[in-house]
T-cell receptor
Framework: EPEVTQTPSHQVTQMGQEVILRCVPISNHLYFYWYRQILGQKVEFLVS????????KSEIFDDQFSVERPDGSNFTLKIRSTKLEDSAMYFC?????????????FGPGTRLTVL | AQSVTQLGSHVSVSEGALVLLRCNYSSSVPPYLFWYVQYPNQGLQLLLK??????LVKGINGFEAEFKKSETSFHLTKPSAHMSDAAEYFCAVTEGSSNYKLTFGKGTLLTVNP
């Protein structure tokens, strides 16, 4: 069964460093998402991406964040200068396109720890 | 704006007992509602979804949920808990824009006692 994969599973970085979190969505999916979950808190929407551009972003997704689909398979989230409060689990999700709602499939997540 | 409230951050039941996890939503338009489950060190797996068809929705692993518009609720139930049901459960809503971003509740940790 196809699945969304994410690498690495755990990333430790120093405050101020840049990190890139990688996701490989399911191959025929066209919508891509990043969510995050700070420990003990709810899962929060960060950004959605369709047709090679951001379709919506939350207020969390400030200028320190960027997303990219550098090739036909990967979808990346970059944090330019990490802060302590960026420590969280980051989930990638993808879905097919279509007029009615289609399920978002989630990856296993990347746990980011900023020291 | 859409929002979700899950009552009870932790629910503990005995094996074989009824499972009831509560979810209330707020939405300015008819919503789509979901329950996701997260096992330790794993991603989010869809249990079931309501997308304006039948109000009683059956999902995987014997779970079901009923959409009650008058109560703005979408509670998750299972008649008989199994040890393997121990996990964190998240209720989520989307308002069906072309983007379909999900808004999640804070989650309910279900423990099942032998």
């Amino acid at each position: 069964e196809p699945e969304v994969t994410q690498t690495p599973s755990h990333q430790v970085t120093q405050m101020g460093q840049e990190v890139i979190l990688r996701c490989v969505p399911i191959s025929n999916h066209l919508y891509f998402y990043w969510y995050r979950q700070i420990l003990g808190q709810k899962v929060e929407f960060l950004v959605s991406f369709y047709n090679n551009e951001i379709s919506e972003k939350s207020e969390i997704f400030d200028d320190q964040f960027s997303v990219e689909r550098p090739d036909g398979s990967n979808f990346t989230l970059k944090i330019r200068s990490t802060k302590l409060e960026d420590s969280a689990m980051y989930f990638c999700a993808s879905r097919v396109a279509g007029g009615s709602y289609n399920e978002q499939f989630f990856g296993p997540g990347t746990r980011l720890t900023v020291l | 704006a859409q929002s979700v409230t899950q009552l009870g951050s932790h629910v503990s039941v005995s094996e074989g007992a009824l499972v009831l996890l509560r979810c209330n939503y707020s939405s300015s338009v008819p919503p789509y509602l979901f329950w996701y489950v997260q096992y330790p060190n794993q991603g989010l797996q869809l249990l079931l979804k309501y997308t304006s068809a039948a109000t009683l929705v059956k999902g995987i692993n014997g779970f079901e949920a009923e959409f009650k518009k008058s109560e703005t609720s979408f509670h998750l139930t299972k008649p008989s808990a199994h040890m393997s049901d121990a996990a964190e459960y998240f209720c989520a809503v989307t308002e069906g824009s072309s983007n379909y971003k999900l808004t999640f509740g804070k989650g309910t940790l279900l423990t099942v006692n032998p």
